[in-house]
T-cell receptor, first 115, second 115 residues
């Protein structure tokens, strides 16, 4: 069974600073995808960034980047130049590349931005 | 392009009752997935529908059932409600393409409270 673990229930960062959210996962599959989702207080889940397991290069999307360590099964999210609008719950998630596209989520990290 | 919509926004039921939650998928999407998000937890996969057939199910009892209609909208039905069913229910739609992965787009959710 796939599991996703987020060990930081809450994090805070000063506006304009950089913060890193941690995630580890467990899977027996060699081909899969990993994601970071953002869930603002309005509740609608939004995809932040995606990483394909077979790609060694870390994904980046503007101020968001990941550190994907496949052997260690680690997948952290770095947010640079933090903005007030980044305040949200962040969920790490995994999907296997076959069958139904079932997302397995971690328990989330609540990120607070300090003005 | 209309995104994923869900109704109702909030719902209060009593233990033992039945409830139906509705989801309209994003235009062009033929797959709908349902997730249960308990307070302080990450979403848990309930099941997925593709072309009106169930295409995968998570660890939920049979009293959780669903439907998908020819227009790809979907319903989640829960019978014999229990207090633990209180949660945010998220619907996500995705296109089914020949590629290895199809991004899921989430709706705002339905907050169900069981008293």
């Amino acid at each position: 069974a796939q599991t996703v673990t987020q060990s930081q229930p809450e994090m805070s960062v000063q506006e304009a600073e950089t913060v890193t959210l941690s995630c580890t996962y467990d899977t027996s599959e060699s081909d899969y995808y990993l994601f970071w989702y953002k869930q603002p207080p309005s509740r609608q889940m939004i995809l932040v960034i995606r990483q394909e397991a077979y790609k060694q290069q870390n994904a980046t999307e503007n101020r968001f980047s990941v550190n994907f360590q496949k052997a260690a099964k680690s997948f952290s999210l770095k947010i640079s130049d933090s903005q007030l609008g980044d305040a949200a719950m962040y969920f790490c998630a995994h999907i296997s590349n076959f069958g139904n596209e079932k997302l397995t989520f971690g328990t989330g990290t609540r990120l607070t931005i300090i003005p | 392009e209309t995104g994923v919509t869900q109704s109702p926004t909030h719902l209060i039921k009593t233990r033992g009752q039945q409830v139906t939650l509705r989801c309209s998928s994003q235009s062009g999407h033929n797959t709908v997935s349902w997730y249960q998000q308990a307070l302080g937890q990450g979403p848990q996969f309930i099941f997925q529908y593709y072309r009106e057939e169930e295409n995968g199910r998570g660890n939920f009892p049979p009293r959780f059932s669903g439907l998908q209609f020819p227009n790809y909208s979907s319903e989640l039905n829960v019978n014999a409600l229990e207090l633990d069913d209180s949660a945010l229910y998220l619907c996500a739609s995705s296109p089914r393409t020949s590629g290895p992965y199809n991004e899921q787009f989430f709706g705002p959710g339905t907050r169900l409270t069981v008293l």
